[in-house]
């Protein structure tokens, strides 16, 4: 896999911050784009954040602006998802996905999956 998780998951309670991890394996591809997905139990798959890897145009889902940040770090070779004022509605399996050029809403042909990691949010 071209992206697997450093640190990330577990269960925190409503308001809190979470900062999941993912680094980045093998050469750098100068239109590399790396995202973040979550799936909640009996819910599509879907999108929460995506950056390229040498910057641009970032997106960030409807559902998390204002709350969840992506970025990265060149040297460490991994991309970060800064959680903040978690909510229960947050609650999901949260992968990191790599492509060499575009990463999809639906996140379909993605080059690499990450291994995913539940966060649990409490009310």
């Known amino acids: 896999l071209m992206c697997s998780w450093a640190s990330g998951g577990g269960l925190v309670q409503a308001g809190d911050s979470v900062r999941l991890a993912c680094a980045a394996s093998?050469?750098?591809?100068?239109?590399?784009?790396m995202g973040w997905f979550h799936q909640a139990p009996g819910k599509e798959r879907e999108l929460v954040a995506r950056?390229?890897?040498?910057?641009?145009?970032?997106y960030v889902a409807d559902s998390v602006k204002g709350r969840f940040t992506i970025s990265r770090d060149s040297g460490q070779n991994t991309v970060y998802l800064q959680m903040n004022s978690l909510e229960p509605e947050d609650t999901a399996v949260y992968y990191c996905?790599?492509?060499?050029?575009?990463?999809?809403?639906?996140?379909?042909?993605?080059?690499?999956w990450g291994k995913g990691t539940l966060v649990t949010v409490s009310s």
């Open positions: 093998g050469r750098t591809l100068v239109n590399l784009v």
């Open positions: 996905a790599a492509d060499k050029v575009f990463i999809s809403a639906l996140g379909l042909g993605v080059d690499y």
């Open positions: 950056t390229r890897w040498r910057g641009g145009n970032t």
